[in-house]
């Protein structure tokens, strides 16, 4: 299956800053997604990462907040703009991969965010 | 919106023991998937179902998918203390369809 790299891997962020996240996976894959996971919660879904257009957002997240790239079949990037505390949370990168003949996520390991 | 269930939503047991979880949802799902995640690391997938009253074993852990396909539950046979850890079950209604996770349970294995 597909291995999934994030960095940075935790930060410190200031109050109004924006930090941005890289994730690389080591082959090409269809698709890939950015989940926020708030402390002692479960995965919740920002958006789908798409290659060569503007993300596609779920419901409650925006993209001026949380603006994506994907240049590549093997490269995306979430921005978390102008961060407040509300912000502190792990994002993990995922991509579909497919394992025993169908799909399913694969995700790096996230990047645990603590705004101050 | 599509939400999913997790029972118990933590459990502590003695090593050795047996561990069951279950899933539901008010929807019907064609996929369900168990993650687990370590402290500090992404959810990594442990069993994948794909067809209603499937039974799947990966090792000490057996899945089913429910009949009604709105349910599954995940056992842990023989704990160890390396099985501490939150288990996430996850539906998908098609193969294009997002991946929704449930809240999570938290297993604490006792040595």
């Known amino acids: 299956s597909a291995v999934i790299s994030q960095k940075p891997s935790r930060d410190i962020c200031q109050r109004g800053t924006s930090l941005t996240i890289q994730c690389q996976v080591d082959?090409?894959?269809?698709?890939m997604f950015w989940y926020r996971q708030q402390p002692g919660q479960s995965l919740t879904l920002i958006a789908t990462?798409?290659?060569?257009?503007?993300?596609?957002?779920e419901s409650g997240f925006v993209i001026d907040k949380f603006p994506i790239s994907r240049p590549n079949l093997t490269f995306s990037t979430l921005t978390v703009s102008n961060m407040s505390p509300e912000d502190s949370s792990i994002y993990l990168c995922?991509?579909?991969?497919?394992?025993?003949?169908?799909?399913?996520?694969?995700f790096g390991a996230g990047s645990r965010l603590t705004v101050l | 919106g599509q939400q999913l269930n997790q029972s118990p939503q933590s459990m502590f047991i003695q090593e050795g023991e047996d561990v069951s979880m279950n899933c539901t949802s008010s929807?019907?799902?064609?996929?369900w998937l168990w993650y687990k995640q370590d402290p500090g690391e992404g959810p990594v997938l442990l069993i994948a179902?794909?067809?209603?009253?499937e039974l799947t074993s990966n090792g000490r852990l057996t899945a089913q998918f429910g009949i009604t396909r709105k349910d599954s539950f995940l056992n842990i046979s023989a704990s160890i203390p390396s099985d501490v850890g939150i288990y996430f079950c996850?539906?998908?209604?098609?193969?294009?369809?997002?991946?929704?996770f449930g809240p999570g349970t938290s297993l604490s294995v006792i040595p």
């Open positions: 995922s991509a579909r991969d497919r394992g025993s003949g169908a799909n399913v996520l694969t």
């Open positions: 990462a798409n290659q060569g257009s503007e993300a596609t957002y």
């Open positions: 082959s090409q894959v269809t698709m």
């Open positions: 179902l794909y067809k209603a009253g």
């Open positions: 996850a539906g998908q209604k098609t193969s294009y369809d997002k991946v929704i």
């Open positions: 929807s019907i799902f064609n996929t």
